[in-house]
C-alpha cells in the first residue's frame, strides 16, 4: 500500500513539473500521462490533485488559449471554440473566456487577414476566412468597402 501512494505521489510530482512549465488543461496532462504509461487507475487522482493545488484551472487555461489564439494565430472566435470544445472543457468557460475577447483587435486581425488575401477572389478569400473561425457577418462587417 505504500509503495502504491509513494508511485502515486512521483507521478502528481511529475505531473505537477509539467504544469509548472506551461498553461495545460485536463486533456493534456492526461495525454501526458498515457505517453508515461501511467496506470488509468492513477490517472483521475493525479488530475483531481493538480485541480486541488491550483496546477490545472479550466478559467485560466482558457483565457489563455483564447488570448495566444487571436494574439498569435488570429484565430476566429469559432475555430477557438471547437479548439477548446475538442479539450472537453465545460461550455460556461469557453463561452466566457471567448466574451472576454477585446472586439477591435479581433476585427484588426480579421480586417489583416482579409487585406492579406486582396489578391484572391472574393470566393477564395471568403473561405480562407471562414476557414479560420470567423462568422460571416463578422467577415461582411469587417470587408463592407
Not at 95 to 106: G, H, P, Q, R, T
Request: charged fraction near 35%; aromatic fraction near 10%.
Amino acid at each position: 500500500m505504500e509503495n502504491n501512494e509513494s508511485l502515486l505521489r512521483e507521478w502528481i510530482d511529475k505531473a505537477e513539473a509539467y504544469c509548472a512549465r506551461a498553461e495545460h488543461c485536463a486533456a493534456d496532462v492526461r495525454r501526458k500521462m498515457v505517453q508515461w504509461n501511467v496506470e488509468s487507475d492513477y490517472t483521475d487522482r493525479i488530475i483531481e490533485a493538480l485541480y486541488e493545488r491550483g496546477f490545472l484551472d479550466d478559467d485560466r487555461y482558457c483565457e489563455a488559449y483564447v488570448h495566444d489564439k487571436v494574439a498569435y494565430q488570429k484565430w476566429g472566435r469559432l475555430k477557438i471554440q471547437a479548439g477548446l470544445r475538442a479539450l472537453q472543457l465545460p461550455n460556461g468557460v469557453i463561452s466566457k473566456a471567448l466574451d472576454n475577447i477585446e472586439e477591435n483587435i479581433y476585427m484588426d486581425n480579421l480586417r489583416t487577414l482579409a487585406h492579406q488575401r486582396r489578391a484572391d477572389s472574393e470566393e477564395k478569400r471568403l473561405r480562407f476566412l471562414l476557414q479560420r473561425g470567423f462568422t460571416y457577418d463578422e467577415i461582411k462587417r469587417a470587408t463592407k468597402d
